[in-house]
């Protein structure tokens, strides 16, 4: 199949990562696409660069002041003077009435739901990139292609209207969503990342267009911890169209393929004519973020049951971090995918 990739993530190298109090070396490197180009190679897959929508697409999705913000943000960040290497909010001003500031700081807390999202000199443009390898991917599949792949990176999922979180700046899925929705009446995404799909959860809440289904690790014990429970189930006229199904921390590839069973007939009932896939690989049962414990057979398999639900398809890369065998369960998936199709 079409893969879609360009060089311009690199730009993007984040460095801080607070867990729990330690702060590490982010896992979320320019080395995970290097990675999954390897797995592209084994698969046979066809790179292709993307084409520069520009603005449009990320428009459909993100606010005019998140936009804004993020074009800006490390030029205002230098002015400061005393400003870090990276972008680290120290406020959030969540769940109480605020206004909208005008300091970088309180711009940088109130356009970031936590600290994993850190914002260097090359992250606008990176995460600009992304959605053009989206918008691409979605626009392949558009003019008659059956499948495309996105090479997104940094990853979109955790990204909302106007917040970024969890490595996420711009939300991938969702800009592909909306693009395909410019032909498609009604799209669905189904987020396979061992995290939520928050970002697009919350974009996508009261739509009634576009379903959104996640299977990830338990919330209860698991990031993101306050979205991802069963009883998230969409709002005012999107109310039903949002599916989570939380799994047992280290649930394996039969427990996996049981949920991929129930997505499937939710997205069937929902009866959409083109599929986004969040493709996160992280699930894996080497992933260093260890939630869920899928092996690359599982992944052959979680390919094939996609394969099945029988729609055009838009693979957008979200996590999945360095493990030997990121590009192998790559690889795997989309075999898995294009073997059954
Ligand atoms: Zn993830």
Known sequence: MKAVYTERHRSHDPQFYLVRGVVKRTTEQPERADRLLKGLAA????????????????????????LRFLADAWEEWTAIGDAGTEMIPNMHPVRQAATYP??????????TVDTSAPIGPGTWDAACAATDVAATAAQLVMDGEDTAYA????????????????????????????HLR??????????VDVHHGNGTQGIFYESPDVLTVSIHADPTRYYPFVWGYAHERGAGPGLGTNLNIPLPLGTKDDGYLQ??????????????????????????????????????????????????????????????????????????????FEGAR
Do not use: M
């Not at 929508?53 to 002041?65: L, V």
């Not at 090479?151 to 909306?178: E, K, M, T, V, W």
């Not at 639900?309 to 890369?317: A, K, R, W, Y």
């Open 151 to 178: 090479l997104c990176r940094p990853p979109g999922h955790h990204a909302y209207r106007d917040q970024a979180g969890g490595f996420c700046f711009l939300n991938n899925s969702a800009i592909a969503a909306a």
């Open 43 to 66: 698969g046979k897959h066809t790179l292709v660069e993307p084409t520069v929508f520009g603005q449009g697409p990320r428009a459909r999705i993100h606010s005019p002041e998140y």
């Open 259 to 336: 949920a991929l069973g129930i997505a499937e007939k939710t997205i069937a009932a929902f009866a959409p004519t083109a599929l986004v896939v969040a493709l996160g690989l992280d699930a894996s049962e080497h992933d260093p973020l260890a939630g869920l414990a899928v092996t690359t057979d599982g992944f052959r398999r979680i390919g094939a049951a996609i394969a099945k639900i029988g729609l055009p398809t838009v693979f957008v890369q979200e996590g999945g971090y360095l493990s030997d065998l990121l590009g192998t369960n790559l690889t795997a998936v989309l075999a898995g």
């Open 182 to 191: 410019q032909k498609h009446e009604r799209v669905a995404i189904l987020d």
């Open 102 to 111: 005008t300091h970088i700081v309180g711009k940088l807390g109130w356009h």
